[in-house]
Every structure is written in C-alpha cells, then in structure tokens.
C-alpha cells in the first residue's frame, strides 16, 4: 500500500472540515464544509486561498540558467526580466508535453514551478539534460499557496504594498508580518490572484493570517478544477499530454519567434506554418447531462470528429461546459455537435475559449 505525502496544511485542512482525498500522491482537500459550488463562488466573487503546496518548486542556478532552460521550452526564457514570469512547456522530441510549468527569474537563478503528478519525471528531465554549467535544486522545504479572486488584492494590499504593486506574471521577494515569501501575481483560476512560496515551517502560521481574513475561504481540488475549467486553461493529463504539442493545445503564442533548437521544433515549428491535425475546442452543453472527459463528439451526420478531455458544470454559467480536441477542419464556432453519453445523444455548441473572460491585472 502507498502512502501518501502530507503538504504543511493537513492538519488545518482537518480542522476546517476539509474531505480529503488522494491526489497526486498527497493526501489533499477536495472541498470544505460549505462544499464546491460554495467555493467556487466565494472565489470569484471574494477570494479563495488554495494549499497548492503539492506542486514541485526547483531552483536553477548560475548564470547560464536561462540559457540552459531555454534548450527544454519553445519560449523566451533569456528574455525574462528580473523577477518576470513565464508560462511555459517542456516538450519531448516529438514535439509532446512532458509538462507546462512556471519559470520566474530571480536575479542570476530561476525558480520553477511543476505539475505535482509530474514531479519525478520532470527532475529527471532535468538532471538529464541540464549541463554542469548551472546546479538544480529541489525546494522539498517550501510550501505554495494561491490566493484567487477580485478580493485577494485588498487583503494582500494589507500585508505587502511591494506585492500589490506587481502586474500579471512578475514576482517579488516580500515579508508579510516578518514571514519571509516569494509572492507572483499569477494563477491558475482566470481571477486576479497571487501565488506565496514560503517555508514549510511558517505555512500554517502565514495560512491562517490569511484566512483569518473576512473576504477569504479555503478552496479544495473541485472548485480549483471548475474554475480553470470556466477559464479555459489546459490540465495537464486532460489538454496537455506527451502526444499533444502545445500548437494542438492552443499555445502557440508561447512559442520564441525564431527558436529553432528546442526538442521537437521540427514537429511544432511545421505546425505553425501549415496547421494542425487536431485543435483545443470549448464546447457550451445543450442539456443538463454533464459530458465528462473521454466522451466521443460527432457531427450531424454521426462521424466521431474528436473526445472531450475535460468536462463538468460550470456555477458562474448556470450550465454543463467542456473542453475537447477535434479532428481539423474543426467546425466553426456556433455550429451544433454531438456528445455521446451512455445511450443519448447531448447536444454541445461550439464556442470561443474562455467560456468567462479573464481578470488578470496586466
């Protein structure tokens, strides 16, 4: 039998009443008392304070990290200011995802931020391929929270005006009440947010301070799923996978104009110029049969044209929504396709992604 890890936060999960379940190796909270479409709510209309701390933080360091990370990744890693962040991929040599991750610049060095699931796969990665000309470090003693929704500015206004100061993807080093962090103005819900790293010791101290705070609720998995969901961002294992490139998934931007050296750029590069064989879809679902992931999408005259890779009910819209990869051409957006659930026939619109638009502070 496995055990599973504990994050710093599982006792105050316990005592908020938290259901716990197994993810990624951790034991984590799925909701709270209140449930998931209370916190996905409160979220985007308060803010939620999420114990992502199963995540993977590494530091690259010396001078040539950048360079060095740069050789893994379709984007500008080089070009990244002090203290400037970057969503990016790893990918393989067929041009797939190993994974999406975080690089923030700090100084000489770059921290990065990975999948939990993907942690032991990324740091071999890693140790594989980055040279003896930069070291690489697990930070196995630091804790990650995210703090979501149009509230987190004033209560983090409240602690660090340097932070509140940041705009969308840039980061500073901060103390909040003589706790030192590394806080981003980021996140992964769509909502203006922040995301805190801090010593495993002070996390519950800096949890609570936080919580304690009027517009703040604890936020499990199932809220933090629909959310990005609604925002229309890919997961890892869903949208994301090492057969999909990141054309295929709807990044493209995330490719460096004139990066040619990066794995699979033959593959990503050919993509861009000419298309792809499959594309990253929102889908609005007619009926109130939730379609869920690996659900077949057929036209009107019942060819299977793709599968859905993400699904559920969306609260902000009232409605079932999904995300799926269709065969291209893909219909146009407003076209009328089909979900097969079980033994019906759901009808799904296609639509433009984010099924609600983003507030990022840019």
Not at 117 to 136: I, N
Not at 198 to 219: D, F, G, H, K, Y
Request: proline share 4%.
């Amino acid at each position: 039998m496995t055990t599973l890890n504990q994050t710093p936060l599982y006792n105050l999960h316990l005592e908020l009443g938290a259901r716990m379940v197994p993810f990624a190796g951790y034991q984590m909270p799925v909701h709270y008392r209140k449930g998931t479409l209370h916190e996905h709510r409160h979220c985007r209309n308060y803010a939620g304070f999420f114990d992502i701390s199963h995540m993977g933080q590494y530091l690259i360091l010396g001078d040539s990290a950048a360079s060095e990370l740069e050789k893994l990744t379709p984007s500008d890693i080089t070009g990244l200011a002090p203290y400037q962040q970057r969503y990016t991929v790893l990918t393989n040599d067929n041009g797939g995802i190993i994974d999406d991750i975080v690089a923030t610049r700090l100084t000489s060095w770059l921290m990065v931020i990975v999948n939990a699931a993907c942690k032991d796969k990324d740091f071999e990665h890693f140790k594989v391929h980055l040279t003896d000309r930069c070291h690489f470090k697990e930070l196995n003693d630091q804790a990650l929270f995210a703090l979501q929704g149009p509230a987190a500015i004033a209560v983090i206004q409240k602690f660090s005006t340097t932070a509140a100061g940041l705009s969308f993807m840039h980061a500073c080093e901060a103390e909040i009440h003589d706790v030192k962090c590394t806080i981003s103005r980021s996140g992964y819900t769509g909502e203006d947010g922040f995301e805190i790293s801090v010593a495993s010791e002070q996390a519950e101290r800096l949890a609570r301070l936080l919580l304690a705070q009027e517009t703040v609720e604890a936020v499990g998995l199932g809220a933090r799923d629909s959310l990005r969901l609604e925002a229309g961002l890919c997961l890892y294992g869903h949208e994301l996978d090492e057969t999909i490139t990141p054309v295929e998934a709807g990044l493209r931007w995330l490719v460096k104009k004139g990066h040619t050296t990066f794995p699979g750029a033959g593959r990503i590069l050919a993509q861009l110029r000419q298309g792809t064989e499959k594309s990253r879809v929102g889908l609005l679902v007619e009926s109130k049969i939730p379609v869920r992931e690996g659900c077949i999408i057929t036209n009107e005259t019942g060819d299977a044209i793709g599968h859905v890779t993400s699904g559920g009910f969306s609260p902000s819209l009232g409605r079932p929504i999904a995300m799926a990869m269709l065969h291209n051409p893909a219909p146009d957006a407003g076209s009328i396709l089909y979900a097969r659930v079980r033994d019906h026939q759901v009808p799904v619109t296609l639509t433009e992604l984010p099924f609600i638009p983003h507030r990022y502070k840019r």
